[in-house]
């Protein structure tokens, strides 16, 4: 698990609707994390934060050997796992994304 850490600059979590968010921004801020090492078909929320440098901690599912997505059977939920990524750019604003 990342370290606590204080409050965020950019949270989008797929489960509060990021992919429904206008097609312009959710096609950048899907480049902008390929670009940044971070797969969004295996991510199911970003926080990015800026301290001394700009890094990201990605909240991602975890696999099994066979490559499937892990489940707590006790919480009927995947299994998540937290990677820190330090960042060479920032995601894209969500309002200059807008058609």
């Known amino acids: 698990m990342v370290e606590p850490r204080g409050s965020p600059l950019v949270v989008e979590d797929v489960r509060k609707g990021w992919y429904h968010k ?3 921004y959710r096609q950048a801020f899907m480049a902008w ?4 090492g971070m797969d969004p078909n295996e991510t199911r929320r970003v ?3 800026l301290m001394d440098t700009p890094f990201a901690v990605a ?3 975890v696999r099994d050997e066979q490559g499937q997505k892990m489940i707590d059977r006790q919480r009927e939920e995947f299994v998540l796992g937290e990677e820190m990524v330090l960042l060479s750019s920032l995601p894209p604003a969500d309002d200059t994304c807008r058609e």
């Open 33 to 36: 994390m390929r670009s940044e």
């Open 47 to 49: 926080e990015v934060h």
């Open 22 to 24: 206008p097609e312009p």
């Open 59 to 61: 909240t991602v599912y």
